[in-house]
């Protein structure tokens, strides 16, 4: 989690860190990825960076996170349908809407596949594994 001082970041500035970190993790694996790499591309000193994530995992988790919220927005998957029919439209709504917001944001798709993996191995941040918490109980 970040900490309670980057939220009363500009969204701007917001946007300008998360974006680097996006582009960090989504080529290279968590293990991987480097604090000072997004912290060069983002422009901001890395005494800034931990005035507002106390490590990588931190921003990692932020990322996670909007990465979810964006991504559930633009399923718009409509939870009150009555039928099987309305039911399995409504998923090849879900499925279009998916592939599309992967295809408009590559990046996304490519921090995608290396979170599952990551998830998948069993050492992902703790605030990590919070958000796929998250997820399965959207879905649930």
């Not at 039928?83 to 499925?95: A, G, H, K, N, P």
Request: proline residues 4%.
């Amino acid at each position: 989690m970040p900490l309670p001082r980057y939220h009363k970041l500009s969204p701007e500035r917001k946007e300008q860190i998360i974006n680097a970190a996006l582009e960090e993790f989504a080529n290279h694996h968590y293990q991987d990825a480097s604090i000072n790499r997004i912290i060069e591309r983002s422009g901001v000193s890395k005494g800034t960076m931990y005035y507002y994530f106390a490590d990588k995992a931190d921003v990692y988790s932020e990322l996670i996170k909007n990465f979810i919220v964006a991504s559930i927005e633009s399923w718009q998957f409509d939870t009150s349908v009555q039928t099987s029919e309305q039911f399995w439209e409504e998923w090849r709504t879900l499925y279009r809407s998916a592939f599309k917001y992967y295809v408009d944001n590559p990046e996304q798709h490519k921090l995608n596949s290396h979170f599952t993996r990551l998830i998948a191995s069993g050492v992902a941040p703790e605030e990590a594994r919070k958000q796929i918490r998250k997820i399965r109980a959207y879905c649930l």
